[in-house]
């Protein structure tokens, strides 16, 4: 089992930056993919981008490519998530989640319903 504990959400200007981190627990973290999601009010929820267990192979949503930046940290069981440039579409609660299949392919890695283990999620909101 898997516990995930986002924090780092709040409220900032169009222009401005965030850093989410995902504080997760468990021996087996570090060998879990890692993504955030986001969902804004009436709307889907969303990929933001996904990370392999070993952090060398990324999916990032063409609307974030450019200005997030995912990062994990396995010795700290931490995945982060740098937001800059950020823009008032950018808003939503951003989730981050854990997926048990080993496998990482752009296919299944990027679809929510393939992950096991969710925060309970941290707004973001971006003021114009």
């Known amino acids: 089992q898997v516990q995930l504990v986002e924090s780092g959400g709040g409220l900032v200007q169009a222009g401005g930056s965030l850093r989410l981190s995902c504080a997760g627990s468990?021996?087996?973290?570090?060998?879990?993919?890692m993504g955030w999601f986001r969902q804004a009010p009436g709307k889907g929820r969303e990929s933001v981008v996904v990370?392999?267990?070993?952090?060398?192979?990324?999916y990032y949503a063409d609307s974030v490519k450019g200005r997030f930046t995912i990062s994990r940290d396995n010795a700290k069981n931490t995945v982060y998530l740098q937001m800059n440039s950020l823009k008032p579409e950018d808003t939503a609660v951003y989730y981050c989640?854990?997926?048990?299949?080993?496998?990482?392919?752009?296919?299944?890695?990027?679809?929510?319903?393939?992950?096991?283990?969710w925060g309970q999620g941290t707004q973001v909101t971006v003021s114009s």
């Open positions: 468990g021996r087996t973290f570090s060998t879990y993919a």
């Open positions: 990370i392999r267990w070993s952090g060398d192979d990324t």
């Open positions: 989640a854990a997926r048990r299949i080993t496998s990482f392919n752009y296919r299944t890695a990027v679809e929510p319903d393939t992950y096991d283990y």
